[in-house]
């Protein structure tokens, strides 16, 4: 299995690996550590590049299946053995950290109000959507809710990390937020993500260290998504400003 770089520092940027498969039928390398993010839980997979001497290889597509977490290059494919450098593109991974933890503490505000499950969600570099089930959502929630998310985030609530057994954390269901629970039997250790007082999940996106970070967040949107479930868009207030990266 490839060392997963970023579910234990999401700000690393950079590392060294060695290529251990190579499928060229689909243009593809499999890497021995990776800082690249390889998707899930609406959060998409990062892009950059691979660096072998003076080659820049683009690194346009991330998944992980039961071998590793596998890369799609652009200009060629390096031989099993090759050490490379891998470089993420940074702007764009570090807006989705703040906004997957804008849309955490989204969570935890709704749930504290409503006791409301995530049904579904993604998000973009800086804007994304979040599903509930609030069957008694009215217009006049909105102003609100939206006020309470920014006071939490203005908290400066610090994100820890941490890793719980498969078996320790089924005995925790408030982990799960979503209405169904969509960890594979197969995921035998589970990442917590807890911002700290507000909201605490089982998750395996990238997040930043504090909520100052985020800073203020907009819901562009509240749309009906049938008979008692939302659809809530938030966005960044100012996703060009990247407080906090380093």
């Not at 504290?112 to 995530?118: G, H, I, K, L, T």
């Not at 954390?169 to 408030?174: F, H, I, T």
Request: proline share 5%; glycine share 10%.
């Amino acid at each position: 299995m490839t060392e997963q770089i970023y579910s234990v520092d999401s700000y690393a940027r950079e590392m060294t690996a060695e290529v251990v498969a190579t499928d060229v039928d689909d243009g593809r390398v499999l890497l021995d550590r990776t800082v690249f993010y390889p998707g899930g839980g609406g959060q998409p997979v990062d892009v950059g590049e691979l660096a072998i001497g003076d080659d820049r290889l683009q690194v346009v597509r991330v998944k992980q299946d039961s071998d590793g977490v596998w890369h799609w290059l652009e200009g060629g494919l390096p031989k099993v053995g090759t050490k490379v450098i891998g470089r993420i593109d940074w702007d764009r991974r570090y807006r989705l950290m703040r906004t997957h933890t804008s849309m955490h503490a989204l969570c935890g505000v709704i749930w504290e109000r409503f006791r409301s499950p995530v049904t579904g969600g993604n998000m973009e570099p800086g804007h994304g959507r979040l599903d509930f089930e609030i069957p008694n959502w009215d217009a006049s929630h909105r102003d609100p809710v939206e006020q309470a998310l920014n006071e939490a985030i203005a908290r400066h609530l610090p994100v820890e990390v941490s890793f719980m057994d498969r078996e320790e954390a089924d005995l925790e269901p408030s982990l799960i937020r979503t209405k169904v629970n969509l960890i594979p039997p197969s995921v035998r250790r589970i990442r917590v993500i807890d911002i700290v007082g507000l909201d605490r999940q089982a998750d395996g996106g990238t997040h930043v260290n504090t909520t100052e970070e985020v800073g203020r967040v907009r819901i562009t949107k509240v749309q009906s998504k049938g008979r008692g479930f939302r659809r809530i868009r938030v966005a960044l207030d100012d996703p060009a400003a990247d407080r906090g990266a380093r």
